[in-house]
């Protein structure tokens, strides 16, 4: 969270801090006490929570909790205070940045020792802190722990030499400290930066927005080494101390050290009529016969935001609240809403039907096709001596229950079909099983990468679904295109072997030889099959089924034509041979006039799924108005069934048959 002071704030705290540094050039002075406002944390509930402390108190003297009031814009508001260390919710840690370049060997480099030890006695236990030395580069010694022993012993491994990265230290240092809870640095340099990557303005950006409270020490007298420091702390709000004597290291850090115990965690109530977009907000207690007073600028919960700018420390997209017009909505919005949804998804569902009873008669023929005499055998997959998941006892017996599972659903011809169509050497057990991996594969990984969100993981299953299908009607496709191109010129082939006085089955070897895939695949089956004692058009006409080719199913019928009724069925094919080149030329002048419109169409309907699943990953609070209000789910089911009808539409204006 970014300090609450405000830009004002921060702007003036910078420049107080600078003129009122203490410069103790013979020995400690009586340190200033001073009060301080930090960790300000507004809240939906009307409530401020905040952390107020004090420095420069004696050792034996504390803030009293019931001595604390706060007041807004000067007037006094209900307010609760305990000491922070009996607060086991609010974590506290703090991190010390030594200077451990050339200039502070020797004596400088043993006071810094002594006085980091001195404040690792005095701080309270509870507090995690950690280390941070800087010489040529900044690095995180130890992390902030509640182990004392382990910071002690990395201090006193400190070593020294090479320059001053003062800048790059406070920016490693404020990001080791987190985002949450009480976090304080103690900075203590010697001299100016001579070696940081970051400049001043990174460094003092990095403390104001990291919430952080820097109070640093000055090993120096030099005026330009201590407005630095002052800088960096006073956009935290923080104090600077300077001394030249590495003696008086141990005062400072001590005195630090016990205003870190003189902490108390204060809630506050904010009555209504004091919301406002900020308020200036002041917080006094007693200590001893002292009052300690510290005054910030904070924004106040409920407050409408500023016209024209984001609340005070906001970065990034500002979240706000859901319209009112949500909660109007009538319940038979939803339903519309939803109605909308699957009416888009029912019309994919329709259209997928329609194209698979084509199909069903096929079908049918298929599962009747074993009790005839010529008809096919069920082949059991354990009798097979390997699979293409491997030969072990594990893959074979896997095989052969997803081989099962899809024989019981009436699903083994169809998965046969279209893997012979497709050219992929697997069973229809095996596929099933690699298609069952590969979906629950994919939403294991998802759920992995999303930290265990189960509706990525779903999104995950669903694509493992589709995805290989989709890729199964690829594979089909392009093969299915190569059959159309080199048709013509195979029919040519088989007239010229035809007219050379060979033989229609010599013919069709020649094309296994002397042909490309897959043609040559599916002529070579043909001709096993033929070999087998099935008729050469029954074996050719097959190949006609699997490639989907009613050209070719054209072809088979003049072949049975010329053999009942005779003829010269090489002048046929040759005819044939023509009327198909000229088609195949017609239908790729097609595809070319019809790329962009396909293109498009292909764009224009991935563009908002796609959109959608990066949004659905990576912020999905954006998307959740949409399936958790009533408006939503109606704008979205609009949007799925335009989506739906949108797709169909163009598919038809770009499809053309030829």
Do not use: C
Not at 174 to 193: C, F, K, W
Not at 257 to 274: I, K
Request: proline share 4%.
């Amino acid at each position: 969270m970014s300090s609450p002071r405000g830009k004002l704030a921060r702007t003036l705290g910078s420049l107080a801090v600078a003129l009122s540094a203490v410069v103790i050039a013979a020995g400690p002075a009586a340190a200033e006490t001073n009060g301080r406002i930090s960790d300000v944390q507004p809240a939906a509930d009307a409530t401020i929570s905040l952390i107020f402390s004090a420095s420069g108190l004696p050792a034996d003297v504390f803030l009293d909790p019931a001595s604390v009031t706060v007041a807004i814009d000067n007037t006094s508001v209900e307010s609760t205070a305990a000491p922070l260390e009996s607060e086991a919710q609010i974590d506290r840690s703090a991190i010390l940045v030594i200077d451990t370049s050339g200039s502070m060997k020797d004596a400088k480099i043993a006071g810094a020792k002594a006085a980091a030890t001195s404040f690792l006695d005095t701080a309270p236990k509870d507090i995690k802190i950690g280390l941070v030395s800087f010489n040529d580069k900044a690095e995180v010694v130890v992390t902030p722990t509640v182990d004392r022993a382990q910071v002690k012993a990395a201090v006193s491994a400190l070593n020294t030499g090479g320059k001053t990265a003062l800048y790059d230290a406070t920016i490693v240092a404020s990001e080791a400290l987190g985002t949450s809870g009480s976090r304080n640095l103690l900075l203590l340099s010697d001299g100016g930066d001579s070696s940081s990557t970051s400049s001043s303005a990174d460094a003092i950006a990095a403390i104001a927005a990291s919430g952080v409270t820097l109070d640093a020490v000055a090993l120096s007298t030099n005026s330009a080494q201590i407005e630095v420091l002052a800088d960096l702390a006073g956009a935290s709000g923080g104090t600077v101390v300077s001394t030249t004597q590495a003696d008086d290291l141990a005062a400072a850090f001590e005195a630090s050290a016990r205003a870190l115990g003189n902490q108390l965690s204060v809630l506050v109530t904010v009555p209504a009529e004091l919301a406002s977009s900020g308020s200036t907000l002041t917080v006094s207690a007693k200590a001893g016969d002292q009052t300690i007073t510290d005054t910030a600028f904070v924004p106040i919960p409920g407050a409408p935001k500023p016209s024209g700018s984001p609340a005070i420390g906001a970065s990034g997209p500002i979240l706000v609240s859901e319209p009112a017009l949500y909660d109007r909505i009538d319940e038979a919005w939803l339903w519309t809403g939803l109605a909308l949804l699957f009416a888009g998804l029912a019309i994919m569902l329709v259209v997928g039907f329609v194209r698979a009873s084509r199909r069903r008669s096929t079908s049918v023929r298929g599962r009747m096709s074993i009790y005839t005499l010529g008809g096919r055998t069920l082949r059991k997959e354990s009798e097979t001596t390997t699979t293409a998941l491997g030969d072990t006892q594990v893959a074979k017996s896997a095989v052969e229950l997803a081989g099962r599972a899809v024989r019981g659903r009436n699903l083994e011809e169809l998965l046969e079909r279209r893997l012979d169509a497709a050219g992929l050497p697997f069973k229809p057990g095996e596929w099933a099983l690699i298609h069952v991996g590969i979906a629950v594969g994919s939403g294991l990984l998802l759920l992995l990468l999303t930290s265990g969100r189960i509706a990525a993981s779903l999104l995950g299953l669903a694509l493992g679904v589709i995805v290989p299908w989709i890729y199964l009607g690829r594979k089909e496709s392009r093969r299915q295109a190569a059959f159309y191109e080199q048709l013509p010129d195979t029919l040519q082939l088989i007239s010229g072997s035809l007219s050379a006085g060979y033989s229609l089955p010599q013919a069709v070897d020649t094309v296994v030889r002397e042909g490309s895939n897959p043609m040559a695949a599916e002529f070579s089956r043909a001709l096993i099959e033929a070999r087998l004692g099935v008729p050469i058009e029954e074996a050719l006409d097959n190949i006609a089924d699997r490639m989907n080719s009613q050209d070719f199913h054209w072809v088979v019928l003049a072949i049975r034509v010329q053999r009942e009724v005779g003829g010269n069925l090489a002048e046929v094919l040759t005819n044939v041979a023509a009327t198909l080149r000229e088609r195949e030329r017609l239908r790729r002048q097609v595809q070319v006039l019809s790329a962009e419109g396909r293109l498009s169409a292909v764009i224009i309907a991935l563009i908002p799924i796609l959109f959608a699943v990066f949004l659905f990953l990576t912020r999905p609070e954006y998307l959740e108005p949409l399936y958790s209000t009533s408006l939503g789910l109606l704008m979205l089911g609009f949007a799925v069934l335009m989506l739906v009808v949108g797709i169909f539409w163009m598919r038809r204006v770009v499809k053309v048959e030829v």
